[in-house]
């Protein structure tokens, strides 16, 4: 199934718990391994996939300031970028546009206040995730 959907659709693997080599042999089984990019809040789990090589997008994510990492840092331990809370991006505006001159992808979550989207759409944040419901049921 997942072969079929748009060539621009990426998996996105929150790792919290696993045996890393496990899940890359799955993803490669199947053959959609270059689809996939992962997250985690464990610098452990984090570090063993670039360990394995250049091979994988690898994303830090935290939610407070004492488990996160300032842009130059994600850098030096060769993530991709790292996904940060709303609430911790606002405390530190400035991390955006460092990690971007830096070439990493910024992820923001859950941003549910649609001026702060808007705000995060115009910094060229790559992803931002929301709980808002665009359609309901009637």
């Known amino acids: 199934i997942y072969k079929s959907i748009n060539r621009k659709v990426k998996l996105i693997i929150h790792i919290k718990q696993c045996n890393i080599d496990d899940i890359i042999n799955l993803f490669n089984k199947s053959g959609i391994l270059d689809k996939v990019e992962f997250i985690s809040s464990s610098e452990y789990y ?14 830090y994510i935290a939610d407070i300031e004492e488990s996160s990492y300032e842009p130059y840092l994600i850098t030096e331990k060769k993530y991709a970028g790292f996904s ?5 991006l606002r405390n530190h505006r400035n991390w955006i546009s460092e990690a971007q001159s830096l070439g ?5 979550w859950t941003v549910d206040n649609v001026y702060e989207i808007k705000s995060y759409v115009d910094q060229n944040i790559k992803v931002i995730t929301n709980s808002i419901y665009l359609f309901q049921k009637k």
Do not use: H, T
């Open 46 to 59: 984090c570090n063993s996939l670039v360990s394995k090589g250049n091979y994988y997008n690898v994303f």
């Open 104 to 108: 990493l992808c910024v992820s923001v």
């Open 84 to 88: 940060y809370s709303d609430k911790l």
